[in-house]
Nanobody, 115 residues
């Protein structure tokens, strides 16, 4: 299983970013996918998750209405569209897949929200 995140960067408050996670090594279309984040000095937290078909999503309260998770099963890719970004969204964002009872993680992509 390999997960590779991209799309992070520096953005001003109120701005937008779109993260991507390219997956390989497993049957992507069969698995729920998630985005987590970890801010400096804090524990990793669940940001958003999407079921295998893309028909059901859930979000952390802190990002509801601002972030949207989606997936393209033909491209083995999951996305996180982040709008109205706030300084408190600054973190390393990780893609997660649970396959065969094991959690797999990408290396993460850094999102910095600052003026």
């Amino acid at each position: 299983v390999q997960l590779v995140e991209s799309g992070g960067g520096l953005v001003q408050p109120g701005g937008s970013l779109r993260l991507s996670c390219a997956a390989s090594g497993f049957t992507f279309r069969s698995y729920r996918m998630s985005w987590y984040r970890q801010a400096p000095g804090k524990e990793r937290e669940l940001v958003a998750a999407i079921n295998s078909a893309g028909s059901n999503t859930n979000y952390a309260d802190s990002v509801k209405g601002r972030f949207t998770i989606s997936r393209d099963n033909a491209k083995n890719t999951v996305y996180l569209q982040m709008n109205s970004l706030k300084p408190e969204d600054t973190a390393v964002y990780y893609c997660n897949a649970r396959v065969g009872g094991m959690d797999y993680w990408g290396k993460g992509t850094l999102v910095t929200v600052s003026s």
